[in-house]
């Protein structure tokens, strides 16, 4: 930065002593953010007391990052002082550009060394609501049938997050996908399940009409049983959250024998030997396959398609890294896939495959955020005893 911009703001804690006030913590609400994004917060905590920012540098053509809104006229503040505690926001311009960005800005109190922080906005992007850091995140698909959406909550342990996200179909009224986390903070401590039936609410957006979801507050009767994609034992952190895995937009049409037996032990398996062992983040994408026209009909007397197999695809990073500051050897994947009825019998080995193989099936491209360099390795990987099975 320059000299003479850090020289300046040093001088806003001349005279403020160098005692020691207890140590201020400093950090971005989010260091990376999508292109659409206006807004980002800088989050202290420590002893209440003064402290002062500036934005010392940002790249680009022209100025994207202010402590002030941009509106026509308005100028570019790039110095303001807050109280320890209290989030400071910033202002940003959206980046139309195709090139990624970034901003400096430096955060002081009195006694403590300057801290520095990184802000980094993604290149434009014409899908960027959807664009997630996130290493279940499958890769946009456009069909004018598909809605996205997200279900974010609350957990006892672990604060507001994401529940798991979809890509619904409304012609079929089945979710293609469900993907979503799971570490112990989604499943601990235990609550019982709610077996709360319902329609997605759409207290979230994007709203998805109730007309183009399936009735599951009714059994579906004898053709079917209501078949979660996020498990509901995946989600045993509070009741509110295990409340979301009953709506109507995570449930599929199973076969009854092939729900209760080999899919609940699938299920079982994945949390009993990787989401309770307190090590790395599974991250889980569930769905369906349709390869006829089979439908039921539920209680309202909606056609539900009726999915002719079901599979799961699972990846995992060694040593807590990110999915995509990982290489090819510290990533794990790996494939499920069964039909839907009740002639799966046997280990779950004999149902396990690739991730690839699951994409060539199905058209999705999943886990967007492997490294380009290592993506086809780990999708090619086929080894059930690195999942102890």
Same mark, same amino acid.
């Given at each position: 930065?320059?000299?003479?911009?850090?020289?300046?703001?040093?001088?806003?804690?001349?005279?403020?002593?160098?005692?020691?006030?207890?140590?201020?913590?400093?950090?971005?609400?989010?260091?990376?953010?999508?292109?659409?994004?206006?807004?980002?917060?800088?989050?202290?905590?420590?002893?209440?007391?003064?402290?002062?920012?500036?934005?010392?540098?940002?790249?680009?053509?022209?100025?994207?990052?202010?402590?002030?809104?941009?509106?026509?006229?308005?100028?570019?503040?790039?110095?303001?002082?807050?109280?320890?505690?209290?989030?400071?926001?910033?202002?940003?311009?959206?980046?139309?550009?195709?090139?990624?960005?970034? %901003?400096?800005?430096?955060?002081?109190?009195?006694?403590?060394?300057?801290?520095?922080?990184?802000?980094?906005?993604?290149?434009?992007?014409?899908?960027?609501?959807?664009?997630?850091?996130?290493?279940?995140?499958? %890769?946009?698909?456009?069909?004018?049938?598909?809605?996205?959406?997200?279900?974010?909550?609350?957990?006892?342990?672990?604060?507001?997050?994401?529940?798991?996200?979809?890509?619904?179909?409304?012609?079929?009224?089945?979710?293609?996908?469900?993907?979503?986390?799971?570490?112990?903070?989604?499943?601990?401590?235990?609550?019982?399940?709610?077996?709360?039936?319902?329609?997605?609410?759409?207290?979230?957006?994007?709203?998805?009409?109730?007309?183009?979801?399936?009735?599951?507050?009714?059994?579906?009767?004898?053709?079917?049983?209501?078949?979660?994609?996020?498990?509901?034992?995946?989600?045993?952190?509070?009741?509110?959250?295990?409340?979301?895995?009953?709506?109507?937009?995570?449930?599929?049409?199973?076969?009854?024998?092939?729900?209760?037996?080999?899919? %609940?032990?699938?299920?079982?398996?994945?949390?009993?030997?990787?989401?309770?062992?307190?090590?790395?983040?599974?991250?889980?994408?569930?769905?369906?396959?349709?390869?006829?026209?089979?439908?039921?009909?539920?209680?309202?007397?909606?056609?539900?398609?009726?999915?002719?197999?079901?599979?799961?695809?699972?990846?995992?990073?060694?040593?807590?890294?990110?999915?995509?500051?990982?290489?090819?050897?510290?990533?794990?994947?790996?494939?499920?896939?069964?039909?839907?009825?009740?002639?799966?019998?046997?280990?779950?080995?004999?149902?396990?495959?690739?991730?690839?193989?699951?994409?060539?099936?199905?058209?999705?491209?999943?886990?967007?955020?492997?490294?380009?360099?290592?993506?086809?390795?780990?999708?090619?990987?086929?080894?059930?005893?690195?999942?102890?099975?």
């Amino acid at each position: 930065m320059p000299a003479w911009v850090l020289a300046g703001f040093l001088l806003l804690f001349a005279g403020c002593g160098d005692d020691d006030q207890g140590l201020l913590v400093v950090q971005l609400a989010a260091e990376t953010v999508n292109c659409e994004t206006t807004t980002d917060r800088i989050v202290t905590v420590g002893e209440q007391r003064p402290f002062a920012a500036a934005i010392v540098s940002q790249s680009g053509d022209s100025a994207w990052c202010s402590f002030e809104p941009f509106a026509s006229g308005a100028s570019v503040v790039l110095e303001k002082s807050g109280t320890v505690g209290i989030h400071l926001i910033i202002y940003l311009a959206r980046n139309e550009s195709d090139e990624d960005r970034s %901003a400096t800005i430096v955060v002081g109190a009195s006694g403590q060394s300057v801290i520095t922080l990184t802000l980094r906005q993604l290149a434009y992007s014409p899908t960027a609501f959807f664009d997630r850091q996130w290493g279940e995140q499958p %890769a946009y698909q456009k069909n004018e049938d598909y809605t996205y959406k997200t279900y974010y909550t609350t957990l006892t342990r672990g604060g507001r997050v994401r529940n798991y996200s979809i890509c619904f179909d409304k012609e079929k009224r089945v979710s293609h996908w469900v993907a979503y986390p799971l570490t112990t903070n989604y499943v601990e401590p235990s609550v019982v399940r709610t077996n709360r039936w319902a329609y997605d609410p759409n207290n979230q957006q994007p709203a998805i009409p109730q007309s183009e979801q399936s009735n599951v507050v009714r059994a579906f009767g004898r053709d079917a049983v209501r078949g979660h994609q996020c498990p509901s034992a995946d989600r045993y952190s509070n009741e509110a959250t295990n409340a979301m895995t009953f709506y109507a937009t995570n449930i599929m049409p199973q076969n009854y024998d092939f729900n209760g037996d080999i899919w %609940a032990k699938l299920e079982k398996k994945i949390r009993d030997n990787m989401g309770f062992s307190r090590q790395d983040t599974i991250f889980v994408v569930t769905g369906t396959y349709f390869g006829n026209d089979r439908t039921i009909t539920d209680a309202s007397g909606n056609k539900v398609a009726y999915p002719s197999h079901c599979w799961k695809v699972l990846l995992r990073s060694s040593g807590r890294r990110a999915v995509w500051e990982s290489s090819a050897d510290q990533l794990y994947g790996i494939g499920f896939w069964f039909a839907n009825d009740a002639s799966n019998t046997g280990p779950l080995s004999r149902y396990s495959t690739s991730i690839a193989d699951i994409e060539q099936k199905t058209g999705f491209t999943f886990f967007r955020n492997i490294p380009a360099d290592a993506a086809a390795q780990v999708k090619a990987q086929h080894n059930p005893t690195d999942w102890s099975i």
